[in-house]
């Protein structure tokens, strides 16, 4: 039972536009979302991450939107590049259990020049 | 660079055989994780130890086992090796115990099983 879902699996994107990458979850314990990001030959990288008392997070083109209600968070990369090719991941971890993450199934992001 | 260390890079071996798989953490970290990546599951969470102790426990099956040493190092042993263990195997370090500190993760073990 995957605890995190991500859509899509693949995106293709034109340079300059918005990439959105979204994740749903059911468990209302979660309690911290981040977002990782990984190039070919590489280990993840934490991105951004949100907490779910604010509903945004914006750290330059990257923007994370959450909704609580819906149990729903996105990733949203404005003014994309091709260097952000790559491959996304969303996960989640519970509050008395920060230690265990689990993440979503990664969405491959490929921006075309 | 994360700083944080994985050999070897790639191993093949076969069936029934045993693994070790080692990782050095960022200098300071006391947290270390282990994750496998497959094609079909994504990245899973493993087991994670922190100053030597065992915290978490996620999928990992009973043939894996780990440990981190008084240096820090942690090592996966893998036995009993079965195709579909042929993954990606990364280790990630943290400087504390909750998984709200950033992890950083090494560049992965490429485990082929034949």
């Known amino acids: 039972q995957q605890q995190v879902k991500q859509s899509p699996q693949s995106l293709i994107v034109q340079k300059g536009g918005i990439s959105i990458i979204n994740c749903a979850y059911e468990n209302t314990a979660f309690d911290y979302f981040p977002w990782y990001q990984q190039f070919p030959g590489k280990g993840p990288a934490l991105l951004i991450a949100i907490r779910p008392d604010v509903s945004e997070k914006k750290e330059g083109r990257f923007t994370i939107s959450f909704n609580k209600s819906a149990k729903q968070f996105s990733l949203h990369i404005m003014d994309s590049q091709p260097g952000d090719s790559a491959t996304y991941f969303c996960a989640a971890s519970k509050k008395d259990n920060f230690n265990k993450f689990y993440f979503g199934s990664g969405t491959k992001l490929n921006v075309k020049p | 660079d994360s700083g944080v260390t994985q050999t070897p890079k790639h191993l093949i071996t076969a069936t029934g055989q045993r693994v070790t798989l080692r990782c050095s953490p960022r200098?300071?970290?006391?947290?270390v994780y282990w994750y496998q990546q497959s094609l079909d599951q994504g990245l899973q969470f493993l087991i994670q130890y922190y100053n030597g102790e065992e915290r978490a426990k996620g999928n990992i099956l009973e043939r894996f086992s780990a440990q981190q040493f008084p240096d820090l190092h942690s090592e996966l042993n893998l036995s009993s090796l079965e195709l579909g263990d042929s993954a990606l195997y990364f280790c990630?370090?943290?400087?504390?115990?909750?998984?709200?500190?950033?992890?950083?993760f090494g560049p992965g073990t490429r485990l082929t099983v034949t």
């Open positions: 990630a370090s943290s400087v504390g115990l909750a998984g709200y500190y950033e992890q950083y």
């Open positions: 200098s300071g970290d006391l947290s």
